[in-house]
């Protein structure tokens, strides 16, 4: 009998153990199916951390990384931790030691309400001006920004990979003309793989530019590169072409596999502290999330029918506040398991 994927659940803040706690009946769902999986559930977020002062405990860290197989996060963030202190050592930790390089957010076009944008971005996830490097004296204040070649080049090699077996176009994000040293490192590599893969059309792009194209027709783009930083501002951008934060999916995943786990999925949202507790969050971004975890996991028929329900709820109307409807968080997640094949 196969050893079962084990799946580490961190609900986190605010509306995170909302929209997972829609995601854990379609786990029961695919374990019903034969897909064998255990979950545990961790209690790191702000309420743990104001109770005990533990953000994420390095025995914790060490069991996540050697014992599971996956996390599925809900989101950070609580404003009675001003300094943001427990998400940066516990997402940006989990993200930056499990070396989860490869941040893909893919917006697809089933979720589009205006024009069809079938877009992915490719954000890498673990360092740039995420990674928690600076200072701040009297009038003076440094965030560096850190890239390094091996994980350029693995978020690069991951992005070509998926253009070349879509045959679709990538672009690459950045601001080389100004920041040289960094971004430079970024087109260096991006060039030394633009010339191994001749079948991908791609090319690169100032991020001003690139912001300033997607606004004004998103339709003609496919894949799109950048760093920790822009990653984060592009990926959120499109994800205002296909509905807004509550539905888009995220998966963060490290291509070299230097741990037992190698996957954290999670929705693009954040804690949403304004809706917390009152049943407004949209589930779909998490739902997706988890969709992005069975195809990772390679449960391909799980994962489409999932994706599929989603899209089906969707188009028969159902719709939480978020986008203009009247269901809740529990509603929606309801709305989208009864459609399930
Ligand atoms: N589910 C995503 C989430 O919780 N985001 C909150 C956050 O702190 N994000 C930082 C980032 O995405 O870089």
């Known amino acids: 009998m196969a050893q079962p994927i084990r799946i580490a659940l961190i609900p986190g803040d605010g509306v995170g153990g909302e929209v997972l706690a829609e995601?854990?009946?379609?786990?029961?769902?695919?374990?019903?199916?034969?897909?064998?999986?255990?979950?545990?559930t961790f209690p790191y977020g702000a309420d743990h951390y104001l109770a005990t002062g533990e953000t994420l405990p390095d025995s914790a860290f060490t069991d996540l990384r050697d014992h599971f197989d996956a996390i599925l996060f809900g989101a950070v963030g609580d404003p009675r931790v001003p300094d943001g202190r427990h998400a940066e050592?516990?997402?940006?930790?989990?993200?930056?030691?499990?070396?989860?390089?490869?941040?893909?957010?893919?917006?697809?076009?089933?979720?589009?309400?205006?024009?069809?944008?079938?877009?992915?971005?490719?954000?890498?996830?673990?360092?740039?001006?995420?990674?928690?490097?600076?200072?701040?004296?009297?009038?003076?204040?440094?965030?560096?920004?850190?890239?390094?070649?091996?994980?350029?080049?693995?978020?690069?090699?991951?992005?070509?990979?998926?253009?070349?077996?879509?045959?679709?176009?990538?672009?690459?994000?950045?601001?080389?003309?100004?920041?040289?040293?960094?971004?430079?490192?970024?087109?260096?590599?991006?060039?030394?793989?633009?010339?191994?893969?001749?079948?991908?059309?791609?090319?690169?792009?100032?991020?001003?530019?690139?912001?300033?194209?997607?606004?004004?027709?998103?339709?003609?783009?496919?894949?799109?590169?950048?760093?920790n930083y822009l990653g984060d501002l592009i990926s959120d951008l499109c994800a205002a072409f296909i509905g807004g934060m509550g539905v888009a999916p995220s998966i963060s995943f490290a291509p070299h596999r230097p741990h037992r786990c190698a996957v954290l999925a999670e929705p693009v949202h954040g804690s949403a502290p304004d809706i917390a507790g009152q049943g407004l969050a949209n589930p779909v971004g998490m739902l997706l999330s988890t969709a992005l975890l069975f195809r990772y996991l390679g449960w391909e028929p799980e994962a489409a029918a999932l994706e599929t329900a989603v899209s089906d709820a969707l188009a028969a109307g159902a719709k939480t506040r978020d986008l203009g409807g009247t269901l809740s968080t529990a509603a929606m997640g309801r709305a989208i398991r009864e459609r399930f094949s």
């Not at 995601?23 to 545990?40: I, K, S």
């Not at 090319?203 to 760093?227: E, N, S």
């Open 89 to 227: 050592e516990i997402l940006l930790r989990l993200r930056r030691d499990l070396e989860l390089t490869v941040n893909f957010r893919p917006c697809p076009p089933f979720l589009s309400v205006a024009r069809t944008v079938d877009i992915e971005v490719f954000r890498e996830n673990t360092e740039g001006s995420y990674c928690l490097q600076g200072s701040t004296e009297v009038g003076r204040a440094v965030d560096l920004s850190v890239h390094t070649e091996p994980a350029v080049r693995r978020l690069l090699q991951a992005a070509f990979a998926r253009a070349a077996s879509l045959g679709r176009p990538l672009t690459l994000a950045h601001k080389a003309n100004v920041l040289k040293h960094g971004h430079g490192l970024w087109m260096r590599v991006f060039e030394e793989l633009r010339a191994a893969h001749p079948e991908v059309n791609a090319r690169g792009m100032h991020a001003d530019a690139l912001l300033c194209a997607l606004v004004q027709d998103p339709t003609p783009f496919g894949l799109i590169a950048a760093d």
């Open 23 to 40: 995601a854990l009946p379609c786990l029961e769902w695919a374990r019903n199916r034969g897909r064998a999986l255990e979950t545990v």
